[in-house]
């Protein structure tokens, strides 16, 4: 074994050869542990297949353990098959709390539920208006109290999902928004990185890339808090340097409200307006609660019709237009993008509906499936303006992923079980510690890695030893080797899948090298306005808060006048780029259709405190510099 002493003179001990130990609750599940010592044991038939099918991923698998394919070794590998007949599925269990109403759609949008296809706001031939007009305009995201909105609860501080799990007997909590993305790269790993279907599109998109893009590949950052009783709550972690700044974020939000409410109780939030002293808005969010063989989940429920089927619940997601997605720190300018027609390769639906299918479907299905629902309510917008309506249910999602529904069913299934053998391992690797773990499939890679870290107040993060987990996985058809779109064409097969855990024990600074190098992935670049430079980015950037109201700004340059450098570690890292073609085009698209600056977005300036940069040329006002009081929404909503 290896022994680490932090500074917080702690003794970390990483174990050569693991014990691998099953939980109270878990029913006993056809795996093996394969090693040199398991040689001499007698195997059935079953566990035979799975050795020998381990044997076939191990040795692709020393090439794969680090980004710098060394022939790193390890510990014991822990080997097991998955068969749709033995994947855990989710069941309900009853809140211990009286759950509120869940929401309905108001303005009559009921009727695009029901409708196969988008719904506009205004029919373009005869200018009707197929909704109330009042939907066109949007409010201003700055004039929005989200105080006055139930506030979000991570898992770790959900003291109902802590008791759930004690009465149910699970190990671990997790919500929709922090284990969607760990799920999405187990299974680009299941799926061999399998491209989706946009046959159902225009020839406008013929040779347009099909796979998943790589804004949706950054790896997962995952804290697992520990409780004194043994449940680990797992929170989805991301950069505090971001906190506030995502505008698109902050509109999703506020259009859920401005979807469901009558517009006389909308008016309640924003900031100009005297909220209501007894307010349904001050009430806990709807939940679902599940349960797994492992897990307690949890989903937020945001809208319901009982005319649907099943529970007739649906998540309400908007979507920004494609330069306010690729380009969001130039968004006022990008409002000047219309959606204009159907088709097309550009301003239509079906471009925003070929970006939802590789960008968002993924994570969007695995959401519907935790929280029991129908379906999505897409809103289509460019941060001004709403332009139309698309309900999408749950197996159309499918049929664009993976071919079926049934498929889909046993993918979920199967993504799942693999999620509850990982999160056994991850806190396994530093036992009865709260610990961080970074997971990425790289594109093209036949490896899912993750990186454990214990995490303690008395240490930084850096200094923290790491291990190192690789996860592979390979698949069998009525018993015989098949890839995952093998599976794909096969009419009712035994489908079983063979997973191979093993544990690196590299040097602790090959490790720190392979996750530093992870790291340096996990942002997006973002754009920089046109005559903005990156020093006079970064000035602005600290005290960017699009969820702040005009009052608050002192306060947060003060705030952020007095922090440290060790309070915001990743700021260093944040990669603001000149726009490369693809975007100047998009923006050259948006110029081409700005309306006059007499109705442009009002713009609220932020103070930063700072000496302008003089060697950077005149900076235009754009969403670089100023907070603007219109407003936009996209899919990002903690749930």
């Known amino acids: ?180 993305g760990v799920l999405c790269h187990i299974y680009y790993l299941l799926s061999g990185h399998k491209d989706v279907d946009i046959s159902t599109l225009s020839m406008a998109f013929s040779d347009e890339p099909r796979g998943f893009p790589g804004g949706i590949r950054l790896p997962a950052t995952l804290g697992f808090r520990r409780s004194p009783d043994g449940i680990y709550a797992i929170d989805a972690i991301g950069d505090p340097d971001d906190e506030g700044k995502n505008v698109l974020s902050f509109v999703g939000t506020m259009l859920e409200s401005f979807l469901t409410l009558p517009a006389e109780e909308f008016q309640s939030l924003l900031r100009d307006h005297d909220a209501l002293v007894e307010s349904a808005m001050t009430q806990k969010s709807a939940y679902r609660y599940a349960r797994s063989r492992k897990f307690v989940m949890r989903s937020q429920l945001d809208c319901q019709d009982d005319r649907l089927p099943g529970t007739g619940v649906f998540d309400i997601k908007t979507r920004a237009t494609l330069p306010i997605r690729k380009d969001r720190l130039n968004w006022v300018e990008n409002t000047g993008y219309q959606i204009k027609r159907q088709t097309g390769l550009f301003e239509s639906f079906e471009r925003e509906y070929y970006d939802l299918i590789r960008s968002a479907f993924l994570k969007f299905q695995f959401q519907v499936r935790i929280g029991n629902m129908d379906g999505i309510f897409v809103a289509y917008h460019n941060t001004l303006k709403l332009f139309g309506f698309q309900y999408v249910p749950l197996h159309e999602m499918d049929e664009r992923l993976f071919g079926s529904h049934e498929l889909g069913d046993q993918v979920f299934s199967k993504c799942l079980a693999i999620l509850e053998v990982l999160a056994e391992e991850i806190v396994g690797c530093f036992p009865n510690e709260p610990v961080q773990a970074v997971c990425e499939t790289r594109e093209g890679s036949n490896t899912l890695n993750i990186w454990v870290q214990p995490v303690s107040p008395d240490v930084v993060l850096a200094d923290a030893p790491i291990a190192q987990i690789t996860l592979q996985i390979s698949h069998t058809l009525d018993d015989l080797p098949a890839t995952f779109v093998d599976v794909l064409k096969a009419t009712n097969p035994k489908w079983e899948s063979v997973y191979s855990l093993a544990r690196s024990v590299s040097p602790q600074e090959d490790l720190k090298r392979d996750l530093l190098d992870v790291k340096s992935r996990s942002q997006m670049a973002l754009f920089l306005p046109d005559g903005v430079s990156a020093a006079e980015m970064e000035k602005r950037w600290r005290t960017l808060n699009y969820g702040a109201s005009a009052s608050d700004t002192d306060d947060i340059v003060d705030a952020k006048n007095h922090e440290t450098t060790e309070s915001t570690p990743e700021s260093a890292s944040r990669k603001f780029r000149r726009p490369h073609q693809h975007i100047r085009h998009l923006r050259e698209l948006a110029r081409s259709h700005r309306v006059d600056s007499a109705s442009d977005p009002e713009v609220t300036i932020i103070d930063n405190a700072a000496p302008p940069d003089t060697s950077s040329p005149a900076v235009p006002a754009t969403a670089a510099e100023a907070v603007p009081t219109a407003n936009s929404g996209d899919e990002v909503k903690p749930t």
């Open 1 to 180: 074994m290896e022994i680490l002493a932090g500074k917080d003179k702690k003794a970390y001990i990483i174990p050569v050869a693991p014990t691998w130990r099953r939980s109270p609750c878990e029913p006993k599940a056809d795996t093996s542990i394969t090693d040199q010592k398991d040689a001499h044991l007698s195997l059935s038939p079953s566990n035979r297949r799975v050795r020998d099918l381990a044997h076939q991923i191990l040795p692709a698998m020393n090439k794969h353990v680090s980004w710098n394919h060394r022939n790193a070794e390890h510990d014991r590998v822990l080997s097991g098959s998955i068969s749709h007949k033995d994947s855990p599925t989710l069941e309900d269990i009853e809140p211990l709390e009286e759950q509120r109403a869940v929401p309905r759609l108001a303005h009559n949008l009921d009727r695009v539920l029901f409708n196969p296809s988008v719904y506009w706001l205004q029919d373009p031939n005869s200018g009707v208006y197929n909704f109330p007009k009042i939907l066109e305009s949007l409010p201003q995201v700055t004039n929005f109290a989200f105080e006055r909105l139930p506030q979000y609860i991570t898992s770790s501080r959900d003291k109902e999902m802590y008791a759930l799990a004690r009465r149910e007997g699970r190990q671990f909590i997790g919500s929709t928004s922090s284990l969607s």
